[in-house]
């Protein structure tokens, strides 16, 4: 299917969105990056924006853990409580929460620290597919131009916006339509409609270039609106990948028989598994007593047994001895065959 190429500018505070809470997802943020380097999207970024979005990259991050970490389940609940069926799940919840949230928080920092973060990545290769806008002594004074006139975007304490502005006056070409997509009410938005571009840069932008601009507060509401049939298999791949890590987590951790045969319905719609995921499954399956006391199970047994064939040299000869224990007595001559290797 051949596109239209669509002319994109994203704000700084879009960009920081990714590392917040809100709406915007990553799957929105690589369909924006193949449309960019398939050509359908010619994405202007400015250097003050790469500077500005390095300057609030920490800021952003650190509100975001920091209210994360803060939050917590309830760990004690009202004597009232008790005598309901929902109690003991609830328990059991608030303690699965606390042993989960510690290591999502340490692979974070690791993340962080090393800018591997999903939005890092994908960021970065927008930031090197698009085209650069570099700000000059010109550009510069024209913003300050701006601003001591009263006319927006921008304002005394800040340059920022006018800078942008004026860099795309100069560089999207005559008679091109512009889709802008900013978060920053105050200095674009309308007073009279919060949906639309202030009256002053609209009539601004079809007297300067002959042509259109198209704002949006959500990435989303660009792409729906100019992709909206667009499939793209990284979209696929990212979401079944997130998915599958996700069931192997619970699975893993699972703290009761119900989130162990929740996890492996999950599972079992996958038939790849890197060697890493493989060991770690089998390990759970031979540590974890949500899984190994009920080896027996039909959906559980099966699901392990078809994960290991075939795949029986990736395990280390001690773990598959104590798989076989459980789950394959038949391969195993010790007259404790039919013991678990574990005490209780």
């Not at 920092?109 to 994908?122: F, M, Y």
């Not at 300050?144 to 004026?166: C, F, Q």
């Not at 499939?231 to 979401?239: F, T, V, Y």
Request: proline share 3%; hydrophobic share 35%; charged share 30%.
């Amino acid at each position: 299917m051949k596109f239209k190429m669509q002319h994109l500018f994203i704000d700084t505070n879009i960009y920081l969105r990714f590392y917040q809470f809100s709406s915007d997802t990553l799957e929105e943020l690589n369909k924006l990056l193949t449309n960019v380097k398939n050509n359908n999207i010619k994405l202007y970024v400015t250097s003050q924006v790469v500077h500005e979005f390095w300057r609030n990259r920490e800021a952003s991050i650190s509100h975001s853990l920091k209210i994360l970490s803060g939050q917590k389940l309830p760990d004690i609940y009202p004597q009232m409580c008790k005598s309901y069926d929902e109690y003991p799940t609830l328990r059991e919840l608030s303690k699965g929460y606390s042993k989960l949230l510690t290591p999502l928080m340490g692979k974070l920092r690791e993340d962080i620290d090393s800018n591997q973060c999903g939005a890092d990545k994908i960021i970065d290769g927008l930031f090197s597919a698009a085209q650069k806008l570099d700000v000059d002594e010109d550009i510069i004074q024209n913003a300050k131009t701006r601003v001591a006139l009263g006319n927006p975007p921008g304002r005394n304490d800040s340059l920022g916006d006018s800078i942008n502005w004026e860099l795309l006056l100069k560089n999207v070409p005559n008679q091109t339509d512009l889709h802008l997509v900013t978060v920053d009410k105050k200095d674009y938005t309308s007073k009279i409609d919060d949906k639309r571009l202030t009256e002053f840069l609209n009539k601004e932008w079809k007297e300067r270039k002959n042509s259109t601009i198209h704002y949006y507060t959500q990435l989303s509401d660009f792409l729906s609106r100019e992709f909206p049939d667009i499939k793209l298999p990284s979209d696929l791949e990212l979401e079944a990948d997130l998915q599958k890590e996700t069931a192997i987590n619970n699975l893993v951790n699972s703290y009761s028989f119900q989130m162990t045969h929740l996890a492996i319905k999950i599972l079992g719609s996958f038939n790849d598994f890197t060697d890493d995921q493989i060991r770690e499954i089998v390990e759970a399956s031979t540590t974890n007593k949500q899984i190994y006391w009920i080896y027996d199970d039909s959906d559980v047994k099966a699901f392990l047994l078809q994960l290991i064939d075939g795949k029986e040299d990736v395990l280390p000869t001690e773990l598959l001895e104590d798989f076989n224990r459980i789950y394959r007595k038949e391969l195993v001559t010790s007259s404790n065959d039919d013991e678990l290797p574990f005490d209780d």
